[in-house]
């Protein structure tokens, strides 16, 4: 049986959102910098990589986050949360956490005399897997319902999530002790794989100075906006058009992946398709309604790098996903630059 989510709202109205409630390319562009302008605040000098994820965001997808320790994983995830509005769930991957710990189970109420079902931390507008790959292949399955359908099944009964409802997971990429690397096919769900990066001395600087300024750990950010004005901006990506020659280059680009002499396996049809929504969300970041060619090169390593398996033989090489990601974009002709 079908659970309904959360909240009610008209038939055909995702929950918790006016009838009606819309915006404009040119309003949801001005609230997505508003969204970075804050979360800013709180991740000093990652502009690039927080547009990313915003990118993915808004394009309805998931995204994950793979550097060193220490670099503001968590804290953009949390940030991004509080700046759009949306209940937040932290769930610590280890290796003794269990499918059930993550969708949640079915408890005995004495009082009533009957099982009621327990929400895990699926059950929240963005989720932090944190350190997705310290827990088991059978944990991390837990996540891929989640994640396609948003939905999970517990004792053959399935319950809808909040709407939206965004996964953002982190990865150390440099620990391998008590780790297992994350199946392909769920790597296929992230839309995109990003990483933040080192900042600058001036940069880190700044994380200081900012740390003392505040007297306290805690960053508490202003919000922005709420679920309704997200999904708002997710409907506004989808009025942003996509010319077909630009549609054949993300497919281009897709297949070119799959017969590259480097590669095991390329990126799947869905990755042409992430690269077509991940541009769209993007261009709406820049404050277009319509996708150029420059959109589709600048969210292709994130989109595809990850869905790309190098051959055993080169995995002691200087190849990876992003060397051949690279390598295909100098190959394949671009279209040419779309006018108004």
Not at 46 to 66: C, W
């Amino acid at each position: 049986m079908t659970q309904p989510p959360p909240e009610s709202a008209p038939a055909g109205t995702p929950a918790g959102t006016p009838a009606g409630t819309s915006m404009t390319t040119e309003e949801a562009a001005a609230t997505a910098g508003r969204v970075l302008d804050q979360v800013q605040q709180a991740v000093v000098g990652k502009r690039e990589p927080l547009v990313l994820v915003l990118t993915a965001v808004l394009a309805k997808g998931h995204v994950l986050i793979e550097d060193f320790p220490g670099l503001g994983k968590t804290l953009a995830a949390r940030s991004f949360a509080q700046a759009l509005g949306l209940d937040f769930s932290r769930a610590q991957f280890t290796p003794d956490l269990l499918p059930s710990d993550l969708t949640g189970s079915f408890l005995y109420d004495q009082r009533r005399g009957e099982f009621e079902f327990r929400q895990g931390p699926l059950f929240a507008g963005l989720l932090l897997a944190d350190e997705i790959n310290r827990t088991p292949p059978k944990t991390q399955s837990a996540l891929l319902e989640a994640m396609q359908e948003r939905q999970v099944t517990v004792e053959g009964e399935t319950f809808a999530l909040p709407d939206p409802f965004h996964v953002v997971a982190t990865a150390n990429p440099i620990e391998y002790e008590g780790t297992y690397p994350l199946p392909e096919a769920q790597l296929d769900r992230f839309l995109m794989r990003v990483g933040f990066g080192y900042p600058s001395l001036q940069e880190e600087y700044d994380v200081l100075a900012r740390r003392m300024d505040r007297g306290r750990e805690e960053v508490v950010l202003d919000q922005v906006t709420d679920a309704a004005g997200l999904r708002a901006m997710q409907e506004a990506v989808e009025t942003v058009r996509v010319d077909p020659s630009v549609a054949r280059y993300c497919v281009d680009l897709a297949v070119a992946t799959r017969a590259h002499r480097e590669v095991l396996t390329g990126a799947s049809p869905r990755g042409s398709l992430g690269l077509v929504l991940a541009a769209r969300a993007f261009a709406l970041l820049r404050g277009r309604d319509y996708v150029v060619p420059e959109d589709v090169k600048a969210i292709a390593r994130p989109v595809l790098a990850h869905r790309i398996t190098i051959k055993p033989e080169l995995w002691m090489s200087a190849s990876s996903g992003t060397s051949v990601v690279d390598d295909v974009l100098d190959r394949v002709a671009t279209p040419s630059a779309l006018e108004r």
